[in-house]
């Protein structure tokens, strides 16, 4: 009775392991054909433009996870992405939102045929939101920001949110899709602050 | 007397804003009304000049080996044009890999032609109101050739079904400065970017309704252009570096698109914005 079992129990177990395997094998094997292909298909790119294709952690586990994370990976994420935010060493979140309004309508910065550089990174938020409402052309991937500061009452915590959400927005929401852009040096502090500005500045046609 | 220039102003303002809605719309109308008449005249289609060209080129004997493309076997047997292009990608014994028509043709000039593959693939995309390159050509005209079909990706070999499983992980896959994968902008239907709509290609009916136009003739570019100029376009956006022609990557996505496009018409070359 007791070596049935046994036996029962090491076959059950050897099936699991099997089966385990068989799974895990056959994901680990499209994940090493997906690379090679990537290796394969930008061989003529320099190393450095090359590096743009290695995924970090947070891309990874967004990718295999299609961007909903189970909540142990999630808050890994929020965690990490966390630590990574910056703040401007005066302490000032808003900067202006003059300049903030200009790199909110530009797209320019780190195609390929932006190099060497002509202008400064532009934050692009036009392509995916709305923000002031005279700009009718505006994207709809992402939430419209209307009157986002003078609906949050131009709040200091508010502002923090907003700066953090620019620089980081892994921090609040893992695999949010927005890019990291403080976080992966494509703006610059003073920048973010700019862009907070527009979005939160009472003088701002964002509020208007 | 200010308070009726006042209004007048903000009506101003108003049509102003409603004209600008109105002409994005008039564009997107525009276009629907050209597609409209080129189902009552398909030969007034431009994007058929280049599909012509094309077939001259499939014809015309080339490169040190002074061949023609008619032997070229697209899948269905050297010289078939026919229904080619609704069964690619494809696994080709010959080559050892899955390829797509653009990387079909690249091979055909190589092996048939005797033709060097750098100088064939070194300007595969015409630029805005120039004629379409030589392969971007040949690509029309064989789309063309399977007008009306509908797609019918085969998925029989191993390498066909590993393509497909990479394109689709391939689409998911985030990267690059911005974070981008396909998916980000591709996974929700009725989005834009500013104006420009953007297809749900996650999903079949939205996939069938896009995939099977391409090569399409560009009004705003004056020129046709192909899904391997497409996808690499999106790349680009997304800041990732200028992918090789023909690559795995490029093919493995496209594999996925037919596949999620499978039973859509091919109406190449359709007239897009």
């Known amino acids: 009775m007791r070596i049935t079992s046994l036996i029962a129990v090491a076959a059950a177990a050897a099936l699991a392991l099997l089966g385990w395997h068989l799974l895990f094998a056959q994901g680990t094997d499209i994940a090493a054909d997906v690379e090679r292909a990537i290796k394969a298909s930008w061989a003529r790119a320099t190393p450095e433009w090359q590096a743009r294709l290695v995924q970090d952690e947070t891309q990874k586990a967004c990718s295999h996870y299609r961007n909903v994370p189970p909540k142990a990976i999630a808050d890994a994420i929020l965690a990490r992405e966390k630590a990574t935010i910056k703040y401007p060493p005066d302490s000032k979140l808003m900067g202006d939102w003059k300049k903030g309004e200009k790199l909110a309508q530009s797209g320019y910065g780190g195609r390929f045929t932006d190099y060497p550089p002509r202008a400064e990174n532009g934050g692009n938020c036009y392509a995916c939101h709305q923000l002031d409402k005279t700009e009718l052309s505006f994207g709809t991937l992402a939430p419209s920001l209307l009157e986002y500061g003078k609906n949050r009452r131009y709040k200091d915590a508010e502002i923090k949110t907003v700066y953090e959400r620019i620089y980081n927005p892994h921090a609040a929401i893992a695999c949010a899709s927005m890019p990291r852009m403080g976080s992966s040096g494509f703006l610059t502090i003073e920048q973010i602050a700019d862009l907070v500005a527009y979005v939160m500045s009472p003088e701002s046609p964002v509020n208007k | 007397m200010r308070g009726a220039l006042s209004i007048l102003a903000i009506a101003a303002v108003l049509v102003c804003a409603a004209t600008f809605v109105a002409a994005q719309d008039d564009t997107e109308r525009a276009v629907e009304r050209y597609r409209q008449m080129l189902k009552e005249d398909p030969w007034s289609n431009p994007g058929l000049l280049d599909a012509d060209r094309g077939e001259?080129?499939?014809?015309?004997?080339?490169?040190?080996?002074n061949a023609s493309?008619?032997?070229?076997?697209?899948?269905?047997?050297?010289?078939?044009?026919?229904g080619a292009f609704a069964e690619l990608p494809r696994y080709f014994s010959d080559a050892g890999r899955v390829m797509d028509l653009e990387a079909r043709l690249v091979w055909c000039m190589e092996k048939l032609q005797g033709r060097d593959r750098a100088e064939i693939v070194e300007r595969p995309y015409s630029k805005a109101n120039q004629a379409g390159s030589e392969l971007e050509a040949l690509a029309t005209y064989v789309a063309h050739k399977s007008n009306g079909l509908k797609f019918a990706p085969r998925l029989e070999h191993a390498k066909e079904r590993e393509a497909l499983a990479v394109g689709e992980a391939l689409f998911f896959r985030r990267q690059g400065p911005m974070d981008f994968s396909c998916s980000t902008c591709h996974a929700e239907s009725g989005r834009r970017i500013r104006l420009q709509g953007l297809p749900f290609l996650g999903k079949p009916e939205e996939a069938r309704k896009v995939v099977g136009e391409w090569p399409a003739y560009r009004i705003s570019q004056g020129t046709v252009m192909t899904m391997q100029h497409r996808i690499t376009d999106c790349f680009w956006q997304m800041r990732l570096p200028l992918i090789d022609y023909g690559s795995d990557v490029a093919i493995a996505l496209t594999m996925y698109l037919v596949n999620q496009a499978k039973g859509g018409e091919i109406t190449a070359p359709q007239i897009k914005r």
């Open chain 2, 56 to 65: 001259t080129l499939w014809k015309t004997k080339r490169g040190p080996k």
């Open chain 2, 69 to 82: 493309l008619d032997q070229c076997d697209l899948g269905k047997g050297p010289g078939r044009v026919d």
